[in-house]
């Protein structure tokens, strides 16, 4: 029997995943002696290097299992934000905790809001928990639409998740906005906000999850995988009362994390040079790359996150397969209605601004 037939309903329709290509596959692909790739929102400074420094310390544990629940570590962030260590839980990347927080508590049939456009993962979390994704569209600026979120909620509505800053777009969801839908949702609503690019934000309009989740069904998920550089170690957290982590706990694979993502992620909370280099290197290239792309007369949408959403109008596939042939890895849009128009570029260190835009003109002016 093709093993297809035998494959869960709810998997058959999902589109897997695409990652954005790695550097050594696009250099052998290509020739090429050097690439950069501004397409998977990692940190281009690279990890923090306290962080460096704690795995190599702890490599002679390596042949011990961690402690499951990274107590260390969750007691490190209880303190950085002032809540209790049992109000988190870690996982292997963000990813996990989200998947972790619909596997805890999403029925089969149950609807899941999710906004559009978004991280796709999402999507396929909920189909692989045989729950229903509901996508409401963002405005056409795409800011939120808390009205639209507000009337798509059913009798069958088990979560909501948003995204603040929102991938692929870098838009937030405003702090008044934020805390209306908060207050007017059912109870039976788990709300999960994923704020893997948190840290980036400079809007004033931004309130943090972490200071709204006491008492209420609001589950924050961070990561380590961005601001800190740690993407290839795959830890992240989430943030909720204590009694949604105890739900979550109860299925949490007991080594989920690994010893050098504790230890390297409990030092990389105290790399402060790292982090404000890390800062300043996005915002000092965030404000580079408007200018530049204005001077091209192309439109883009302003970001609180390290990536911008590009809008070349057409053609945006190409102009990715363009790029890649000049060494820049960036990629298309993921959802169908955008992939044409859009691309969404991650921020770069300066040479690598420099060379993506100096690659677009070239492209447009030669297409
Ligand atoms: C919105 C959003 N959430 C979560 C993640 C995944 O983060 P992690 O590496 O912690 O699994 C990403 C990664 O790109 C993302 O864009």
Redesign the pocket.
Known sequence: MDIKNLVKQQVRGICPYRPGKPIAVLLKEKGLERAFKLA??ENPLGSSPLALKAIKEGLSQLNRYPEGSGPALREKLAKVYGIKPEEIILGN????VLSLSLLTFLNPGEEVILPEPT?T?YEILVLMCCGIPVKVPLNPDFSYNPNRIAKAITGKTKFLFL?SP??PTGTIIKKNELTKLLDELPKQVIVVL?E??AEYVESPDFVDGISLFSGKHLLV?R?F?KLYGL?GL?I?YGIASAGIIEEMNKIRPPFNTTIPSQLAASAALEDREFVARSLENNRTGKKYLYRGLSDLKIAYVPTEANFILIDLAKNAPKICGRLEDKGVIVRPVDNPMMKERYIRLTIGTPEENTLFLKSLAEILRYK
Not at 93 to 96: D, H, N, Y
């Open positions: 998977s929102n990347g963000s990813s996990e991280f993962i995204a929102n991938n994923d893997a690019y998920a990561t995988s993407a795959r992240g």
